[in-house]
């Protein structure tokens, strides 16, 4: 009786699994593609940019940044397509009646390989940035992030207080935007501002 109930839970397992896959890789594909792991470069550069004569960039310093993000755009955005074919090579294995098991955690090796190589992009042109600045440059540049995010939990204190008691700084972000469905207009306003320069 129970090499038979065990049995069937074998049977069972990979197609929970593909249906789990299945389910989770379009939320997954749509938070990569939003930049939901935290701002892109882009974003970066238009803070910077903003913010030059409050953090006292130099034109020569701001020409630099500008040249570090140009390139860091150019290979995140060959990235991208090679990481939303990744996604379309995914959904077309699960769409089959009986996908390859090996072919499927192959694929999604694949994905999370591309991933990995664009969060590690994003991560070199943000150390190549942080030399070009001084420490007090650096330590405004924090007290900017630190008024932005104070100027976010005012603005959804109440949406903080019910879903994200516990989170700071990305995660409280991260959070906000995962109950976008519940969120007050004031605070979907806060999300967004972040998101401008």
Sequence with gaps: MIAAVCA????RLPLALLCAIALCLPLRRAAAESGAHGPDDRHYAAQ???NAA?????EATMEQLRAIFAAADADRDALRTQLRAAHHAMRTLLSEPRPDDGAVMQQ???IGGLETVL???RL???LRVRPLLTNAQLAELEKLRAERLAALSAACSNEIAGACPD??????IE???RQDHQLSTTCRDGLSALRSP
Excluded at 8 to 11: D, E, P, S, T
Excluded at 54 to 58: A, D
Excluded at 167 to 172: D, K, P, S, T
């Design 8 to 11: 069937r839970a074998r049977r």
């Design 108 to 110: 999604a090796d694949v």
């Design 124 to 126: 070199r042109a943000l």
């Design 119 to 121: 969060l590690k992009q």
């Design 175 to 177: 959070c906000l935007r």
């Design 48 to 50: 910077l940019e903003a």
């Design 54 to 58: 409050r953090l006292g960039l130099s």
């Design 167 to 172: 989170a700071h700084g990305r995660g409280l």
